[in-house]
């Protein structure tokens, strides 16, 4: 059964940092598509930032220059270093993955999440 584990969440001030982790019981990251995601209060999930098997990444543009993803396959561990946080990027921030090794966003499995509050 896959397992995927977050932590690293936290209270930071705006322009602060926190690197995220993402815990997989299996070797998923050398093989699937990984993705965060997040959910606000009152808002919708939404992807901030996804990796294939072969390492390509993508962002949402409220992130990009600010947000880096990474994967260490020997740890079986995904991260989401987050610099110069901002308010609105006060969320819970979830890890997932797809089980393909290409995304499609079709995200089978999902961590409990952890939460990240940034205040001015």
């Known amino acids: 059964q896959v397992q995927l584990v977050e932590s690293g969440g936290g209270s930071v001030q705006a322009g602060g940092s926190l690197r995220l982790s993402c815990a997989a019981s299996?070797?998923?990251?050398?093989?699937?598509?990984m993705g965060w995601f997040r959910q606000a209060p009152g808002k919708e999930r939404e992807l901030v930032a996804r990796?294939?098997?072969?390492?390509?990444?993508t962002y949402a543009d409220s992130v990009k220059g600010r947000f880096t993803i990474a994967k260490d396959n020997a740890k079986n561990t995904l991260y989401l270093q987050m610099n110069s946080l901002r308010p609105e990027d006060t969320a819970i921030y979830y890890c997932?993955?797809?089980?393909?090794?290409?995304?499609?966003?079709?995200?089978?499995?999902w961590g409990q999440g952890t939460q990240v509050t940034a205040s001015s």
């Open positions: 990796i294939d098997s072969g390492g390509s990444t």
């Open positions: 299996r070797y998923l990251l050398r093989l699937y598509c």
């Open positions: 997932a993955t797809e089980e393909r090794t290409y995304c499609t966003g079709a995200y089978a499995y």
